[in-house]
Protein backbone atom coordinates (compact mmCIF):
# COMPACT_ATOMS: atom_id res chain seq x y z
CA UNK A 1 0.00 0.00 0.00
CA UNK A 2 0.64 3.85 -0.82
CA UNK A 3 2.16 5.83 2.30
CA UNK A 4 -0.95 7.29 3.61
CA UNK A 5 0.00 11.08 5.28
CA UNK A 6 -1.62 13.53 7.31
CA UNK A 7 0.67 16.50 7.00
CA UNK A 8 0.36 19.84 8.92
CA UNK A 9 1.07 23.16 7.47
CA UNK A 10 1.28 25.29 10.27
CA UNK A 11 2.14 28.26 7.98
CA UNK A 12 3.36 31.47 9.93
CA UNK A 13 1.07 30.71 12.86
CA UNK A 14 1.72 29.77 16.19
CA UNK A 15 3.76 31.16 19.31
CA UNK A 16 6.93 28.91 20.16
CA UNK A 17 4.99 28.01 23.35
CA UNK A 18 1.47 27.26 21.21
CA UNK A 19 3.70 25.35 19.46
CA UNK A 20 4.99 23.06 21.60
CA UNK A 21 1.73 22.75 23.80
CA UNK A 22 -0.09 21.72 20.55
CA UNK A 23 2.37 19.26 19.45
CA UNK A 24 2.17 17.94 22.83
CA UNK A 25 -1.51 17.53 22.76
CA UNK A 26 -1.74 15.96 19.47
CA UNK A 27 0.57 13.31 20.19
CA UNK A 28 -0.45 12.61 23.55
CA UNK A 29 -3.49 11.49 21.84
CA UNK A 30 -1.55 8.21 21.08
CA UNK A 31 -2.69 7.65 17.76
CA UNK A 32 -1.93 3.86 16.65
CA UNK A 33 -0.44 4.60 13.22
CA UNK A 34 0.10 1.44 11.09
CA UNK A 35 3.12 0.82 8.94
CA UNK A 36 1.87 2.90 5.71
CA UNK A 37 0.79 5.90 7.99
CA UNK A 38 2.65 8.82 8.54
CA UNK A 39 1.70 11.96 10.26
CA UNK A 40 3.93 15.41 9.47
CA UNK A 41 4.40 18.56 10.58
CA UNK A 42 5.50 21.70 8.87
CA UNK A 43 6.55 24.17 11.22
CA UNK A 44 8.23 27.13 11.25
CA UNK A 45 12.08 27.63 10.44
CA UNK A 46 13.02 28.36 14.61
CA UNK A 47 10.75 25.70 15.81
CA UNK A 48 12.44 23.13 13.74
CA UNK A 49 14.38 21.68 16.42
CA UNK A 50 12.26 21.73 18.76
CA UNK A 51 9.66 19.93 17.05
CA UNK A 52 12.44 17.60 16.09
CA UNK A 53 12.80 16.85 19.57
CA UNK A 54 8.98 16.79 20.44
CA UNK A 55 8.32 14.11 18.19
CA UNK A 56 11.75 12.11 18.27
CA UNK A 57 10.26 8.80 20.21
CA UNK A 58 6.62 8.59 18.00
CA UNK A 59 7.09 6.32 15.58
CA UNK A 60 5.62 7.53 11.93
CA UNK A 61 5.98 10.80 13.15
CA UNK A 62 8.42 13.54 11.03
CA UNK A 63 8.84 16.94 10.81
CA UNK A 64 9.03 19.42 7.83
CA UNK A 65 10.25 23.30 6.71
CA UNK A 66 7.96 24.94 4.78
CA UNK A 67 10.47 26.15 2.12
CA UNK A 68 14.32 26.37 1.83
CA UNK A 69 16.49 28.52 -0.93
CA UNK A 70 17.54 26.53 -4.00
CA UNK A 71 20.80 27.60 -4.01
CA UNK A 72 23.52 25.61 -1.87
CA UNK A 73 24.59 28.38 0.61
CA UNK A 74 25.78 32.40 -0.03
CA UNK A 75 24.80 35.85 0.07
CA UNK A 76 21.37 35.39 0.29
CA UNK A 77 20.28 37.31 3.36
CA UNK A 78 16.98 35.33 5.69
CA UNK A 79 16.90 32.28 3.72
CA UNK A 80 17.61 28.85 4.88
CA UNK A 81 19.03 25.74 2.66
CA UNK A 82 18.49 22.35 1.94
CA UNK A 83 21.83 21.56 2.99
CA UNK A 84 21.55 23.40 6.31
CA UNK A 85 17.91 21.43 6.91
CA UNK A 86 19.33 18.08 6.19
CA UNK A 87 22.42 19.18 9.11
CA UNK A 88 19.55 19.99 11.91
CA UNK A 89 18.00 16.40 10.13
CA UNK A 90 15.09 17.76 8.58
CA UNK A 91 14.34 14.98 6.53
CA UNK A 92 10.96 16.36 4.82
CA UNK A 93 10.61 19.80 3.18
CA UNK A 94 7.27 21.62 1.07
CA UNK A 95 8.34 23.00 -2.25
CA UNK A 96 6.49 25.20 -4.04
CA UNK A 97 3.52 25.93 -2.01
CA UNK A 98 0.85 28.10 -3.80
CA UNK A 99 1.32 31.30 -1.20
CA UNK A 100 4.98 31.21 -2.16
CA UNK A 101 4.45 31.01 -5.67
CA UNK A 102 2.09 33.59 -5.06
CA UNK A 103 3.56 36.56 -2.51
CA UNK A 104 7.55 35.32 -3.39
CA UNK A 105 7.08 35.02 -7.33
CA UNK A 106 8.71 30.86 -7.23
CA UNK A 107 8.67 29.90 -10.39
CA UNK A 108 8.36 26.27 -11.82
CA UNK A 109 11.94 26.74 -12.83
CA UNK A 110 13.55 27.94 -9.58
CA UNK A 111 11.11 24.48 -7.85
CA UNK A 112 12.79 22.75 -10.05
CA UNK A 113 16.21 23.73 -8.40
CA UNK A 114 14.35 23.61 -4.91
CA UNK A 115 13.45 19.57 -5.58
CA UNK A 116 17.33 19.30 -6.68
CA UNK A 117 18.93 20.68 -3.88
CA UNK A 118 16.40 19.20 -1.40
CA UNK A 119 16.92 15.65 -3.43
CA UNK A 120 20.80 15.90 -3.27
CA UNK A 121 20.51 16.55 0.79
CA UNK A 122 17.74 13.40 0.81
CA UNK A 123 15.08 15.66 1.84
CA UNK A 124 11.72 14.35 0.68
CA UNK A 125 10.01 17.27 -0.97
CA UNK A 126 6.48 17.84 -0.57
CA UNK A 127 5.88 19.69 -3.76
CA UNK A 128 2.54 21.50 -4.13
CA UNK A 129 0.71 21.92 -7.26
CA UNK A 130 -2.25 23.46 -8.35
CA UNK A 131 -4.86 25.73 -10.17
CA UNK A 132 -6.48 29.45 -9.09
CA UNK A 133 -9.93 29.89 -9.53
CA UNK A 134 -10.01 30.85 -13.09
CA UNK A 135 -7.96 28.37 -14.35
CA UNK A 136 -10.30 26.05 -13.19
CA UNK A 137 -13.97 28.05 -14.07
CA UNK A 138 -11.85 28.15 -17.78
CA UNK A 139 -11.78 24.30 -17.60
CA UNK A 140 -8.09 23.75 -18.49
CA UNK A 141 -7.03 22.64 -15.09
CA UNK A 142 -5.46 19.74 -16.38
CA UNK A 143 -2.83 21.59 -18.86
CA UNK A 144 -2.07 24.18 -15.73
CA UNK A 145 -1.08 20.92 -13.45
CA UNK A 146 0.27 19.12 -16.35
CA UNK A 147 2.72 22.16 -16.50
CA UNK A 148 3.76 22.52 -13.47
CA UNK A 149 4.90 19.03 -12.78
CA UNK A 150 6.38 18.77 -16.30
CA UNK A 151 8.24 21.84 -15.87
CA UNK A 152 9.89 20.92 -12.28
CA UNK A 153 9.62 17.55 -11.95
CA UNK A 154 9.95 15.82 -15.48
CA UNK A 155 13.76 15.94 -15.41
CA UNK A 156 13.90 13.92 -12.24
CA UNK A 157 15.32 10.21 -13.07
CA UNK A 158 12.01 7.43 -12.20
CA UNK A 159 14.08 6.92 -8.55
CA UNK A 160 14.17 10.15 -7.55
CA UNK A 161 10.44 10.48 -8.36
CA UNK A 162 9.84 7.67 -5.93
CA UNK A 163 10.32 9.60 -2.66
CA UNK A 164 8.76 12.50 -4.00
CA UNK A 165 5.23 13.12 -2.30
CA UNK A 166 2.88 15.52 -4.17
CA UNK A 167 0.16 18.02 -2.45
CA UNK A 168 -2.69 18.51 -4.98
CA UNK A 169 -4.08 22.26 -3.57
CA UNK A 170 -6.57 23.72 -5.85
CA UNK A 171 -5.65 27.54 -4.51
CA UNK A 172 -9.17 28.37 -4.48
CA UNK A 173 -10.03 26.09 -1.99
CA UNK A 174 -7.19 27.19 0.34
CA UNK A 175 -8.02 28.58 3.45
CA UNK A 176 -11.60 29.40 1.95
CA UNK A 177 -13.59 26.78 3.82
CA UNK A 178 -14.43 25.68 -0.34
CA UNK A 179 -13.46 21.85 -0.45
CA UNK A 180 -13.04 20.50 -3.72
CA UNK A 181 -15.60 17.94 -4.13
CA UNK A 182 -14.44 13.64 -3.76
CA UNK A 183 -15.16 13.27 -7.61
CA UNK A 184 -12.74 17.12 -8.42
CA UNK A 185 -10.00 15.52 -5.78
CA UNK A 186 -10.02 12.17 -7.63
CA UNK A 187 -10.32 12.98 -11.02
CA UNK A 188 -7.29 15.38 -10.36
CA UNK A 189 -5.53 12.84 -8.51
CA UNK A 190 -6.22 9.93 -10.84
CA UNK A 191 -4.94 12.65 -13.81
CA UNK A 192 -1.49 13.23 -12.06
CA UNK A 193 -0.76 9.74 -11.35
CA UNK A 194 -1.69 9.15 -14.99
CA UNK A 195 1.05 11.55 -15.84
CA UNK A 196 3.72 10.19 -13.68
CA UNK A 197 3.12 6.88 -15.31
CA UNK A 198 2.96 8.25 -18.51
CA UNK A 199 6.52 9.16 -17.76
CA UNK A 200 8.34 7.23 -15.12
CA UNK A 201 6.08 4.00 -15.92
CA UNK A 202 3.27 2.67 -13.58
CA UNK A 203 5.11 1.09 -10.53
CA UNK A 204 6.30 4.09 -9.28
CA UNK A 205 3.31 6.00 -10.17
CA UNK A 206 1.42 3.61 -7.92
CA UNK A 207 4.22 4.24 -5.26
CA UNK A 208 3.69 8.50 -4.95
CA UNK A 209 2.02 9.76 -2.13
CA UNK A 210 -0.33 12.52 -3.52
CA UNK A 211 -2.25 14.53 -1.11
CA UNK A 212 -5.02 16.79 -1.09
CA UNK A 213 -4.92 20.10 0.39
CA UNK A 214 -7.54 23.16 0.43
CA UNK A 215 -9.51 23.20 3.29
CA UNK A 216 -9.27 19.72 4.77
CA UNK A 217 -11.09 19.48 8.14
CA UNK A 218 -11.93 16.83 10.53
CA UNK A 219 -15.49 16.78 9.37
CA UNK A 220 -14.23 16.21 6.03
CA UNK A 221 -11.14 14.40 5.65
CA UNK A 222 -13.08 10.81 5.92
CA UNK A 223 -14.98 11.61 2.63
CA UNK A 224 -11.42 12.96 0.82
CA UNK A 225 -9.08 10.63 1.85
CA UNK A 226 -11.50 7.51 1.41
CA UNK A 227 -11.10 8.56 -2.66
CA UNK A 228 -8.17 5.78 -4.75
CA UNK A 229 -6.11 8.39 -5.26
CA UNK A 230 -6.34 10.18 -2.26
CA UNK A 231 -3.51 9.72 0.25
CA UNK A 232 -4.13 11.89 3.36
CA UNK A 233 -4.20 15.46 3.40
CA UNK A 234 -1.50 18.47 3.70
CA UNK A 235 -3.88 20.86 6.59
CA UNK A 236 -3.40 24.32 6.79
CA UNK A 237 -5.89 25.69 9.10
CA UNK A 238 -7.13 22.58 10.77
CA UNK A 239 -3.83 21.42 11.84
CA UNK A 240 -3.45 24.50 14.17
CA UNK A 241 -6.58 22.70 16.42
CA UNK A 242 -5.46 19.76 17.85
CA UNK A 243 -8.47 18.06 18.51
CA UNK A 244 -9.17 18.40 14.71
CA UNK A 245 -5.62 17.14 13.12
CA UNK A 246 -6.07 13.78 15.42
CA UNK A 247 -9.33 13.61 13.98
CA UNK A 248 -7.87 14.37 10.50
CA UNK A 249 -5.13 11.35 11.28
CA UNK A 250 -7.46 8.77 12.41
CA UNK A 251 -9.01 9.32 8.90
CA UNK A 252 -6.07 8.49 7.28
CA UNK A 253 -6.64 5.01 5.09
P1 LIG B 1 -6.02 25.07 4.51
O1 LIG B 1 -4.54 25.19 3.90
O2 LIG B 1 -6.16 23.69 5.05
O3 LIG B 1 -6.08 26.11 5.58
O4 LIG B 1 -6.96 25.34 3.38
C1 LIG B 1 -3.95 24.13 3.21
C2 LIG B 1 -2.58 24.51 2.71
O5 LIG B 1 -2.41 25.65 2.27
O6 LIG B 1 -1.64 23.70 2.76
Known sequence: MRKQIAAANWKMNMSYQDGVKLLDDVLSSKITLTADQQVIFAVPFPYLIMAKSEVAEETNNFIAAQNCHHKEAGAFTGEVSASMLHSVNVRYCIVGHSERRAFFNETNEMLAE????????????????????????????????????????????????????????????????????????????????????????????????????????????????????????????????????????????
Open 114 to 253: KLDSCIKHQITPIFCCGEALEVRESGTQNDYVSRQLEQSLFHLSAEQIRKLIIAYEPIWAIGTGKTASTEQAQEMHAFIRSLLRGKFGSEIANEVPILYGGSVKAGNAKEIFACDDVDGGLVGGASLVADDFIQIIRALK
